[in-house]
Antibody, heavy 119, light 107 residues
Framework: QVQLVESGGGLVKPGGSLRLSCAAS????????MTWIRQAPGKGLEWVSY????????YFAESLKGRFTISRDNAKNSLYLQMNSLRADDTAVYYC????????????WGQGTLVTVSS | DIQMTQSPSSLSASVGDRVTITCRAS??????LNWYQQKPGRAPTLLIY???NLQSGVPSRFSGSGSGTDFTLTISSLQPGDFATYFC?????????FGQGTKVDIK
Protein backbone atom coordinates (compact mmCIF):
# COMPACT_ATOMS: atom_id res chain seq x y z
CA GLN A 1 0.00 0.00 0.00
CA VAL A 2 1.05 3.56 -0.59
CA GLN A 3 2.91 5.14 2.30
CA LEU A 4 4.51 8.53 2.80
CA VAL A 5 6.26 9.01 6.11
CA GLU A 6 7.70 12.39 7.04
CA SER A 7 10.44 12.82 9.61
CA GLY A 8 12.93 15.40 10.81
CA GLY A 9 10.61 17.88 12.46
CA GLY A 10 11.21 19.30 15.89
CA LEU A 11 12.01 22.39 17.89
CA VAL A 12 14.57 24.78 16.40
CA LYS A 13 15.67 28.28 17.32
CA PRO A 14 15.05 31.23 15.01
CA GLY A 15 17.78 31.36 12.41
CA GLY A 16 18.39 27.64 12.65
CA SER A 17 18.10 24.89 10.05
CA LEU A 18 16.24 21.63 9.67
CA ARG A 19 16.10 18.96 7.01
CA LEU A 20 12.81 17.17 6.58
CA SER A 21 12.59 13.77 4.92
CA CYS A 22 9.71 11.91 3.35
CA ALA A 23 10.09 8.17 2.83
CA ALA A 24 7.89 6.74 0.11
CA SER A 25 6.80 3.16 -0.49
CA UNK A 26 4.13 1.21 -2.30
CA UNK A 27 4.43 3.00 -5.65
CA UNK A 28 7.01 3.85 -8.30
CA UNK A 29 8.46 6.94 -6.68
CA UNK A 30 10.23 8.27 -9.74
CA UNK A 31 6.96 8.38 -11.70
CA UNK A 32 5.52 11.07 -9.44
CA UNK A 33 5.92 14.74 -8.77
CA MET A 34 6.38 15.25 -5.05
CA THR A 35 5.09 18.24 -3.13
CA TRP A 36 5.60 19.85 0.25
CA ILE A 37 2.62 21.58 1.82
CA ARG A 38 2.53 23.17 5.25
CA GLN A 39 -0.14 24.14 7.75
CA ALA A 40 0.47 26.57 10.59
CA PRO A 41 -1.39 25.75 13.83
CA GLY A 42 -5.09 26.44 13.39
CA LYS A 43 -4.58 27.80 9.88
CA GLY A 44 -5.15 26.73 6.30
CA LEU A 45 -2.95 24.88 3.85
CA GLU A 46 0.03 26.58 2.23
CA TRP A 47 1.67 25.05 -0.82
CA VAL A 48 5.46 25.13 -0.45
CA SER A 49 7.19 23.43 -3.39
CA TYR A 50 7.17 20.62 -5.89
CA UNK A 51 9.80 18.61 -7.70
CA UNK A 52 9.32 16.48 -10.80
CA UNK A 53 9.93 12.76 -10.89
CA UNK A 54 13.39 13.13 -12.37
CA UNK A 55 14.20 16.15 -10.25
CA UNK A 56 14.64 18.48 -13.18
CA UNK A 57 11.61 20.68 -12.58
CA UNK A 58 11.33 22.52 -9.29
CA TYR A 59 9.02 25.29 -8.19
CA PHE A 60 8.91 27.16 -4.90
CA ALA A 61 6.43 29.51 -3.36
CA GLU A 62 7.89 32.96 -3.87
CA SER A 63 8.01 33.76 -0.17
CA LEU A 64 10.26 30.78 0.52
CA LYS A 65 12.74 31.05 -2.31
CA GLY A 66 16.29 31.38 -1.10
CA ARG A 67 15.67 29.83 2.33
CA PHE A 68 14.24 26.41 1.47
CA THR A 69 15.55 23.77 -0.95
CA ILE A 70 13.73 20.71 -2.24
CA SER A 71 15.47 17.57 -3.48
CA ARG A 72 14.84 13.88 -3.99
CA ASP A 73 16.79 10.64 -4.15
CA ASN A 74 14.93 8.19 -6.34
CA ALA A 75 17.31 5.37 -5.44
CA LYS A 76 16.24 5.79 -1.82
CA ASN A 77 12.59 6.63 -2.57
CA SER A 78 13.02 9.76 -0.52
CA LEU A 79 12.07 13.42 -0.73
CA TYR A 80 13.77 16.17 1.25
CA LEU A 81 13.16 19.75 2.32
CA GLN A 82 16.16 21.69 3.56
CA MET A 83 15.01 24.67 5.59
CA ASN A 84 17.45 27.43 6.53
CA SER A 85 17.15 30.76 8.35
CA LEU A 86 14.00 29.55 10.02
CA ARG A 87 11.57 32.06 11.45
CA ALA A 88 8.69 31.83 13.90
CA ASP A 89 6.19 31.99 11.04
CA ASP A 90 7.67 28.79 9.58
CA THR A 91 6.12 26.93 12.52
CA ALA A 92 3.76 24.42 10.95
CA VAL A 93 3.00 20.81 10.22
CA TYR A 94 4.82 19.93 7.01
CA TYR A 95 3.20 17.36 4.74
CA CYS A 96 4.65 15.61 1.73
CA UNK A 97 2.29 14.49 -1.00
CA UNK A 98 2.49 12.90 -4.44
CA UNK A 99 1.00 14.01 -7.74
CA UNK A 100 0.89 12.14 -11.03
CA UNK A 101 1.87 15.16 -13.09
CA UNK A 102 2.60 18.87 -12.93
CA UNK A 103 -1.12 19.71 -13.01
CA UNK A 104 -2.48 16.71 -11.13
CA UNK A 105 -4.01 16.74 -7.68
CA UNK A 106 -1.99 15.64 -4.66
CA UNK A 107 -3.66 12.28 -4.36
CA UNK A 108 -1.90 10.90 -1.30
CA TRP A 109 -0.43 12.72 1.70
CA GLY A 110 1.81 11.72 4.54
CA GLN A 111 0.77 12.22 8.16
CA GLY A 112 2.95 15.30 8.55
CA THR A 113 5.84 16.37 10.76
CA LEU A 114 5.68 19.34 13.12
CA VAL A 115 8.31 22.05 12.93
CA THR A 116 8.36 24.54 15.78
CA VAL A 117 10.57 27.61 15.53
CA SER A 118 10.95 29.22 18.92
CA SER A 119 13.64 30.54 21.22
CA ASP B 1 -0.08 33.81 -7.84
CA ILE B 2 -3.64 32.65 -8.45
CA GLN B 3 -5.89 33.51 -5.53
CA MET B 4 -8.54 31.01 -4.47
CA THR B 5 -11.54 32.27 -2.55
CA GLN B 6 -13.86 29.81 -0.82
CA SER B 7 -17.27 30.56 0.58
CA PRO B 8 -18.61 30.29 3.11
CA SER B 9 -15.74 30.13 5.64
CA SER B 10 -17.91 28.01 7.87
CA LEU B 11 -21.37 26.55 7.94
CA SER B 12 -23.57 24.64 10.30
CA ALA B 13 -25.66 21.81 8.93
CA SER B 14 -27.59 18.76 10.01
CA VAL B 15 -27.21 15.13 9.02
CA GLY B 16 -29.07 14.65 5.77
CA ASP B 17 -28.70 18.24 4.60
CA ARG B 18 -27.48 19.14 1.15
CA VAL B 19 -24.32 21.24 1.46
CA THR B 20 -22.72 23.41 -1.20
CA ILE B 21 -19.31 25.05 -0.99
CA THR B 22 -18.02 27.38 -3.68
CA CYS B 23 -14.51 28.23 -4.80
CA ARG B 24 -13.54 31.07 -7.10
CA ALA B 25 -10.19 31.50 -8.82
CA SER B 26 -8.70 34.91 -9.57
CA UNK B 27 -8.10 33.82 -13.18
CA UNK B 28 -9.16 30.93 -15.36
CA UNK B 29 -7.77 27.58 -14.28
CA UNK B 30 -9.65 25.46 -16.82
CA UNK B 31 -10.73 22.42 -14.81
CA UNK B 32 -7.60 22.09 -12.68
CA LEU B 33 -9.48 22.35 -9.42
CA ASN B 34 -9.25 19.84 -6.58
CA TRP B 35 -11.15 19.40 -3.33
CA TYR B 36 -9.78 17.98 -0.10
CA GLN B 37 -11.31 17.01 3.22
CA GLN B 38 -9.42 17.43 6.47
CA LYS B 39 -10.47 16.17 9.87
CA PRO B 40 -8.87 17.49 13.08
CA GLY B 41 -5.36 16.19 13.62
CA ARG B 42 -5.30 14.37 10.31
CA ALA B 43 -3.75 14.97 6.92
CA PRO B 44 -6.04 16.14 4.12
CA THR B 45 -7.48 13.54 1.79
CA LEU B 46 -8.40 14.05 -1.85
CA LEU B 47 -12.11 14.01 -2.64
CA ILE B 48 -12.47 15.44 -6.13
CA TYR B 49 -9.85 16.07 -8.80
CA UNK B 50 -10.03 17.98 -12.06
CA UNK B 51 -13.23 19.72 -10.96
CA UNK B 52 -15.61 16.79 -11.15
CA ASN B 53 -13.78 13.47 -10.89
CA LEU B 54 -14.45 11.45 -7.76
CA GLN B 55 -11.31 10.04 -6.18
CA SER B 56 -11.36 6.28 -5.74
CA GLY B 57 -13.06 5.26 -2.51
CA VAL B 58 -14.89 8.54 -2.00
CA PRO B 59 -18.65 8.19 -1.50
CA SER B 60 -20.87 9.25 -4.39
CA ARG B 61 -22.68 11.80 -2.23
CA PHE B 62 -19.70 14.06 -2.96
CA SER B 63 -19.69 15.78 -6.33
CA GLY B 64 -17.89 18.67 -7.97
CA SER B 65 -18.64 20.96 -10.86
CA GLY B 66 -17.40 24.05 -12.60
CA SER B 67 -14.76 25.29 -14.97
CA GLY B 68 -12.84 28.47 -15.64
CA THR B 69 -13.07 30.46 -12.42
CA ASP B 70 -16.12 29.16 -10.55
CA PHE B 71 -16.40 25.77 -8.92
CA THR B 72 -18.70 23.97 -6.51
CA LEU B 73 -18.41 21.06 -4.12
CA THR B 74 -21.72 19.47 -3.18
CA ILE B 75 -22.48 16.93 -0.49
CA SER B 76 -25.90 15.58 -1.37
CA SER B 77 -26.81 14.22 2.06
CA LEU B 78 -24.46 15.11 4.89
CA GLN B 79 -23.31 12.17 6.99
CA PRO B 80 -21.78 12.22 10.49
CA GLY B 81 -18.29 11.55 9.11
CA ASP B 82 -18.51 14.55 6.80
CA PHE B 83 -18.13 17.13 9.53
CA ALA B 84 -14.70 18.43 8.64
CA THR B 85 -12.90 21.27 6.89
CA TYR B 86 -12.88 21.37 3.10
CA PHE B 87 -10.24 23.02 0.95
CA CYS B 88 -10.13 23.75 -2.75
CA UNK B 89 -6.81 23.89 -4.60
CA UNK B 90 -5.88 24.96 -8.10
CA UNK B 91 -3.23 22.88 -9.87
CA UNK B 92 -3.22 24.80 -13.13
CA UNK B 93 -0.24 27.03 -12.32
CA UNK B 94 2.44 26.78 -9.65
CA UNK B 95 2.23 27.64 -6.83
CA UNK B 96 -0.77 25.38 -6.44
CA UNK B 97 -2.68 27.66 -4.12
CA PHE B 98 -5.42 26.63 -1.73
CA GLY B 99 -8.61 28.29 -0.67
CA GLN B 100 -8.85 29.32 2.96
CA GLY B 101 -11.07 26.40 3.87
CA THR B 102 -14.71 25.83 4.81
CA LYS B 103 -15.44 24.30 8.19
CA VAL B 104 -18.62 22.23 8.25
CA ASP B 105 -19.94 21.61 11.73
CA ILE B 106 -23.03 20.25 13.35
CA LYS B 107 -26.04 22.51 13.68
Amino acid sequence: QVQLVESGGGLVKPGGSLRLSCAASGFTFSDYYMTWIRQAPGKGLEWVSYISGGGTAIYFAESLKGRFTISRDNAKNSLYLQMNSLRADDTAVYYCARARSRVAADDFWGQGTLVTVSS
Amino acid sequence: DIQMTQSPSSLSASVGDRVTITCRASQSISRYLNWYQQKPGRAPTLLIYAASNLQSGVPSRFSGSGSGTDFTLTISSLQPGDFATYFCQQSDTAPHTFGQGTKVDIK
